[in-house]
């Protein structure tokens, strides 16, 4: 049990629709980081959220959006879905000194797209 | 650029035995961050062990221990005593730079599958 809690577990939407997906991080662990997990391959990152700003961007194009908030929540925000953002939607947090800085993972969103 | 290997697919090993799961790694930092994270069919990732790029001892977690061949950019999983409750797919991943703006960004592999069989 990591206190990373994402909502929903899994939902379906069509090509060119919105999606919203939750986190709720542990209280003090101030980042939030995003990934994606396509099937058969390792989570790639999406982006980092500290103190409710973004300081750090992977390979991802600018309909990935997101949001973090003060009581340790994060959303994460897709435009104009595709069929290849079908894929396990991760999220994690950290505290900003943690015990080798792991990342604590939630159980992710799973995304279908039709 | 900063890349993970794990060239085994799948691996198979009998309970109670030792298993051993591969890990290569390539970075340009000194500093760097190593990570083995697990992955039931439920999706969570769950955290097993760390080894940092300064650390000269390699990481032990219980039966989980790490062995870390700093030349050879190769930072293998060992797993003692496998338990049926072992089977799962198993990450292996870096933090590079390892410092507090990269806190949450790790680059993974494509992962190992476990299987233990009684």
């Known amino acids: 049990e990591t206190g990373v809690t994402q909502s929903p577990t899994h939902l379906i939407k069509t090509r060119g629709q919105q999606v919203t997906l939750r986190c709720s991080s542990q209280?003090?662990?101030?980042?939030v980081s995003w990934y994606q997990q396509a099937l058969g391959q390792g989570p790639q990152f999406i982006f980092q959220y500290y103190r409710e700003e973004e300081n750090g961007r992977g390979n991802f194009p600018p309909r990935f959006s997101g949001l973090q908030f003060p009581n340790y929540s994060s959303e994460l925000n897709v435009n104009a879905l595709e069929l290849d953002d079908s894929a396990l939607y991760l999220c994690a947090s950290s505290p900003l000194a943690g015990d080798g800085g792991e990342l604590f993972f939630g159980e992710g969103s799973r995304l279908t797209v039709l | 650029a900063q890349k993970i290997t794990q060239t085994q697919p799948g691996m198979f090993v009998q309970e109670k035995e030792a298993v051993t799961l591969d890990c290569t790694y390539d970075?340009?930092?000194?500093?760097?961050?190593l990570f083995w994270y697990k992955q039931p069919s439920s999706g969570e990732m769950i955290f097993l062990i760390y080894?940092?790029?300064?650390?000269?001892q390699n990481a032990t977690e219980g039966r989980y221990s790490l062995n870390f061949q700093k030349a050879r950019k190769s930072a293998n999983l060992v797993i003692s005593a496998s338990q049926l409750g072992d089977s799962a797919m198993y990450f292996c991943a870096m933090r590079a730079p390892n410092r507090g703006s990269t806190l949450g960004r790790l680059y993974f592999g494509r992962g190992t599958q476990l299987t233990v069989w009684p």
């Open positions: 970075t340009s930092d000194q500093s760097y961050g």
């Open positions: 080894q940092g790029s300064y650390d000269e």
């Open positions: 209280s003090g662990h101030n980042t």
